[in-house]
């Protein structure tokens, strides 16, 4: 009897340590190394294509989340995320500081029309029986073409292609901005290279070095958005 006891205590003895290890690790996407902060196309606030589909900017941004998080694209070498809880194509994430990503949004029209998705959409949900002219993206510059103009009669003469611009924002307001200070500073410009003698460091945002002019006025900060790289002016309102 006892012979049995101590087998079956030298069996569990074996198996409990292998249970013990079984352990899980979740993957985890890694913050982006570059950032759209000081692109032309982002501060413009332009449309951009991703995987065939134009995407709009909104005026929401949210913080990196690497454990939902999962890259979907490039756009002019910047790294462009998604959100693995929402619904597919309908929301995207430009990253434009460390850890801050600005939302790009599918408007909710053609096939999408009528329905809302994982989140009230930023612009008007068009009605499904509306916009019987479906448009095409040309390129990335956001020209749009109705494609009902190529359908006409081909024997009449050639029709003339209609071509629409996004209009930009009317508000100033609707670019980047950062809190610093208790003071909201706005993207106002072209950034250029550091110098020692130009600039003198008054502080850190979100981990990024801040800086004044030396002899400049203090109206406008500089930051360095890319470590080692140039610094983004950004000035009061």
Known sequence: ??????????????????????QTYPLRT?????????????LNNEPIIVSSTLFQPT???????????VQVGVYQRIPVYADAT?????IIYVPVGRNQLRVYERRRDHELAATTGSRTPS???????????EE???????????????SRNATTRP????????????????GVWLDFVGVRWYSSG??????????????EYRGFPVYVETTGKKDTVWVQVVKGGPLAPYSRR
């Open 1 to 22: 009897m006892r012979a049995s006891v101590l087998s079956l205590i030298a069996i569990v003895a074996v198996l409990v340590p292998t249970v013990g290890r079984a």
């Open 30 to 42: 890694a913050p982006p190394e570059v950032t759209a902060a000081t692109a032309d196309w982002q």
């Open 59 to 69: 005026r929401a941004t949210r913080m990196f989340d690497g454990q939902v998080m």
């Open 86 to 90: 929402l619904e597919p194509t309908s």
């Open 123 to 133: 612009f008007r949900v068009q009605n499904s029986a509306a916009g019987s002219v």
């Open 136 to 150: 095409r993206a040309l390129g990335t510059g956001g020209s749009l073409v109705p494609a009902g103009v190529a």
């Open 159 to 174: 029709p003339r292609t209609v071509m629409e611009t996004i209009q930009r924002p009317r508000s100033g307001k609707n």
């Open 190 to 203: 072209v950034s250029t290279s550091h110098s020692a003698a130009r600039f003198t460091k008054v502080g």
